[in-house]
């Protein structure tokens, strides 16, 4: 055993030292939003991909802890185990197994997920997926077609089982690695907030093997990936600070002893994980109960995840401080919309659960990683972006470089217009590397006069992000139809 180890490692050692990125393949974007999904006529938010033969769309939640991928089985709902609300509308898609040609059980596959607590129960099996992405608004969807890739069938569980699992050993990286598709294990996201518990507009996206330059703004900020959390992206927090705008002087740090004198000491900065499993954000107790102090804040679970709720309205803003300097701001509409529910966790006195920096503070911050270098970047994200420029990013080259919004005339003189109409059609998923764009605009441009184009986008502007064209439904699953339709078996880790 101790001998094959050793083999394993210098292997894996004379693999690292040999390889060489192809620098020069493209990304894959994939948008996150609402849209159709296989099994239910209930549009669902997350990324767009499908799975089996023939595919079946879904919509994926990306996770920076899971790493494989999982789709809910079509009995999901049905199981008397499962306990996810308004489940057969909340799961972002179903996958039956039984009809795609291409799928395999995996019999005694060990799962990657061991850290996976109390959230759902599935089987394994192989099959392809199909990440889609959208160029241009009146063309489809084009697809990259990811094949024989391990999976999860999710059966039984507590939250909506959907999930892209880009965690440390995501099984999708590494396959569309393996299979030549993305330049290396890089990765990019922005969350976005187009979904109910943050009851926002903006959409999200995903890049494969690079990022969009055209979604972030500002100083770039570089962190170590870290090796022994469920989450490999934690950062340290240093200060948090609530900015009351209606009051001079508004600022207060919630880690200043002369503000809150009941604290025994001064907090110490702390880590928290990036993730995008929960919502609201998980605090150190003491910081958890200053703010409580400082905003009359009160337990709630209205959304079902311990999110503390103001007792009146505040307009004010929350900072927080990372210990870089990189400050994240998370708004008023963000901290107490209409229904004065906060987006921080209560807290236990005595919980050793990590703390969290979740979705709600990845709604402000495009989150960048390099797998390969252990590495991550942030940087303020743009939200209403109208200019989607995916790049390729070779890992170990360094910080993702945000793309230079140029002159519109500088465009015209170079001959890019219809790059332009991309630019400004935004949302629509647009764009893909300049590459592409050039492309793109010089197969257009033989079709349709430049005027018409920028006619067009000015409508398509307004419309933002198209929605799929709804496939054919198979309706909601029903009962059962017999005790299982599952053919193997689940197997624990
Ligand atoms: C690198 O990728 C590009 C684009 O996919 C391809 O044309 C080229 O042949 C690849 N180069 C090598 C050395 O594999
Ligand atoms: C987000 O996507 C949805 C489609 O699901 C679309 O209706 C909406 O306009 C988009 N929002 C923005 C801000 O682009
Ligand atoms: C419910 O899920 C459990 C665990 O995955 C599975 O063993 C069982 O067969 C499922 N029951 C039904 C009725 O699907
Ligand atoms: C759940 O289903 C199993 C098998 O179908 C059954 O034995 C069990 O009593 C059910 N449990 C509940 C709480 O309905
Ligand atoms: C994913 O794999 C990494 C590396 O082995 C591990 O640390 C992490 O806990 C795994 N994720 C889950 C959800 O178990
Ligand atoms: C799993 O969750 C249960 C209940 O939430 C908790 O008691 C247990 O300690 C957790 N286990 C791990 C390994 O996190
Ligand atoms: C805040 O609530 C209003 C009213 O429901 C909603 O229209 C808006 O999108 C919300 N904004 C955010 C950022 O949550
Ligand atoms: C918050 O802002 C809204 C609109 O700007 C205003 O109507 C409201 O009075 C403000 N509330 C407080 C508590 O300042
Ligand atoms: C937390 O632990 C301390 C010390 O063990 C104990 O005194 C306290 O009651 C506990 N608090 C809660 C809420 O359980
Ligand atoms: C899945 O989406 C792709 C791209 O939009 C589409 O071509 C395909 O028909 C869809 N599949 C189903 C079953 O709707």
Redesign the pocket.
Known sequence: MASLLFYMSATVLFAQSTVAFNCSINPIYVDIHKRAVHGTDIFQYGSFIGVGTPAQNQSLWPSLSQNITSFASLSYCTNNSTTLKECTKSTGGFFDASTSDTFRELEDFNTLDNDRNGTFDGAYGRDNMHLYTHYFETDGASETRLTDVTIEIAQKGDIAPSIVGIGRESTVLDALYAQGLITGKTYALYIG?GFDR????VNGSNVFGGYDSGRFTGEVHKYPMSPDTKNPMTVRVKDIIINDAAVPNGEVSLFDQAAFPDMKSTPTPFQAEITTDQYPLALPYQITQNFIKHLDAQKDNYWGDNSLKLKSQFNGSLSIVLDDGFTVTLPS??LS??SNITPIQDRDENSTSPNYLSTAFLGQIYLMADYEDHSFYLAEAVQKNNMVMPVSWCPKTGAPQAYQRPQQNAWIKQGLIGAVVGGILGGIGISVCAYCFIVAYLRKREEKKIEKDLERSKAAKIEQMEIEEAPEFEGPPKTPKTATPFFWKKRRS
Do not use: I, L
């Open positions: 907030h943050a009851k926002g507009a509409e963000v919309n209409w």
